[in-house]
């Protein structure tokens, strides 16, 4: 079955350590990657996205991913993160058909925590 | 300008109502999409618009739930004689295009007692 795997739920850093979520997918078509974010109280919004070429990404606010196509990973990262980053992180792939039809399949997300 | 809205922001009902859950999308986007999200949960896509046509109602979870878009704008979810399992976060989400970024509302919370 198609699925989208975030291993991580809850994550906890200091301000200026590094961050890597993972996310791993698994089908074997076409896909599309994305990563998404929620501040505490705001709405869902796009970090980046990967659609085709370079498979560094880089996002909104510092934030890059990389898709490994051989390991279904689009693993997210940030050098420096700061109290400012504390949201929950969903990761998103999109798989579309010959058909012309598409879904898409979000992980259940990863809480992160930054302390000041 | 102003971004995705839904109406009512919470929604109380009791078991076997049927409730009507509406998106208003960002004037001009062609797609529009419906996403539900229970407690501890990822988000389940349900279904997606182009225009006012949806490709594939396969995702929507039973015959109970239906959803129709009227002149490429307004949106409705229609869920009938609604079950507890029922009770849960329900997003929509518009973009300009199918490959263009999506804009989420804030949600529907509903609660089904």
């Known amino acids: 079955a198609q699925s989208v795997s975030q291993h991580n739920h809850h994550v906890i850093l200091s301000e200026a350590a590094s961050l890597e979520l993972g996310c791993n997918y698994s089908y074997g078509g076409t896909v599309n990657l994305f990563w998404y974010v929620q501040y505490p109280g705001q709405h869902l919004q796009l970090l980046l996205k990967y659609f085709s070429g370079d498979p560094l990404v880089k996002g909104i606010k510092g934030f890059e991913a990389e898709f490994i196509k051989s390991k279904f990973s689009f693993n997210l990262r940030k050098p420096s993160v700061q109290w400012s980053d504390t949201a929950e992180y969903f990761c998103a792939v999109k798989l579309s058909w010959t058909s012309g039809t598409y879904k898409y399949i979000f992980g259940t997300g990863t809480r992160l925590k930054v302390l000041a | 300008g102003a971004g995705v809205s839904q109406s009512p922001s919470n929604k109380v009902t009791e078991k076997g109502k049927d409730v009507e859950l509406r998106c208003d999308p960002i004037s001009g986007h062609t797609a529009l999409y419906w996403y539900r999200q229970s407690l501890g949960q990822g988000l389940e896509f349900l279904i997606y618009?182009?225009?006012?046509?949806?490709?594939?109602k396969s995702g929507l979870p039973s015959d109970r739930f239906s959803a129709e878009r009227t002149g490429g704008s307004v949106s409705t979810l229609t869920i009938q004689r609604t079950q507890q399992e029922d009770s849960a976060v329900y997003l929509c989400?518009?973009?300009?295009?199918?490959?263009?970024?999506?804009?989420f509302g804030p949600g529907t919370r509903l609660l089904v007692l």
């Open positions: 989400a518009s973009s300009r295009g199918t490959e263009e970024t999506q804009y």
């Open positions: 618009f182009q225009g006012n046509s949806a490709p594939d």
